[in-house]
Structure formats: C-alpha cells, structure tokens
C-alpha cells in the first residue's frame, strides 16, 4: 500500500510557476510508474505527465509541453511537477499517482492504483 502526498498548489499569475511535490511512505518507490493528473471542475480527470521507474522515460500531454517538468527521486520517495508560463486554464486540482510496473509508463488514470488527495493549482489572468 502507497500513500501519497502532494503539496506546492495555491494561487499563481499567469505566466508565473509553481513546483508541485509528492511525497511517498509504503512499498517500494522505484517499483512504480507516476503520474501528475489534473481535473478542473465540469472536465474529467487528465494526465499531465507521466515518468517510468527510473526516470528516463516521461510523457507530458500536449498542452504542457515545454512549460512543465516532471522528475522524480527515488531515494527521497518524491515526484514533482514543476510548472513554468502558467496559464488560467491550467487551474485545476492536481493528483498525483502511482502504479505499480516497471514498465514505461501510463497515460490512463484507470491504469494508476493509488491516488493522493489533490492540491489546488488557481491561476488569474
């Protein structure tokens, strides 16, 4: 069983950044694929970005490319999302995920196993 704990969320300018951080206890970090998913309110739930068990391999939606990082550290049990030019519709509760695999990565929130609780992300225009 993975607990996750993400924190960094709150109220930003557009074109400000944030760095989102996810904090793991339980089980064996390396031994899963994470994801950062957002939902805004009405929309259902979408991956950000996605990183294997090393992190050697990443996957980011279209819509972040070039302005969002994921990186993870195995020996500290995080993940984070750093987030550069931030734009009003970037505003959403952020997840992060964990699954258990060790190969590449996933893209389907129906394919995470554990969740965290969210963090706001609010960005003004």
């Known amino acids: 069983q993975v607990q996750l704990v993400e924190s960094g969320g709150g109220l930003v300018q557009a074109g400000g950044s944030l760095r989102l951080s996810c904090a793991a206890s339980g089980g064996t970090f390396s031994a899963y694929v994470l994801g950062w998913f957002r939902q805004a309110p009405g929309k259902e739930r979408e991956i950000v970005a996605a990183?294997?068990?090393?992190?050697?391999?990443?996957y980011y939606t279209d819509s972040v490319k070039g302005r969002v990082t994921i990186s993870r550290d195995n020996a500290k049990s995080t993940v984070d999302l750093q987030m550069n030019s931030l734009k009003p519709e970037d505003t959403a509760v952020y997840y992060c995920a964990a699954r258990k695999s060790v190969w590449g990565y996933s893209r389907r929130a129906s394919d995470y196993d554990y969740w965290g609780q969210g963090t706001q992300v609010a960005v003004s225009s």
């Open positions: 990183v294997n068990w090393s992190g050697s391999m990443t």
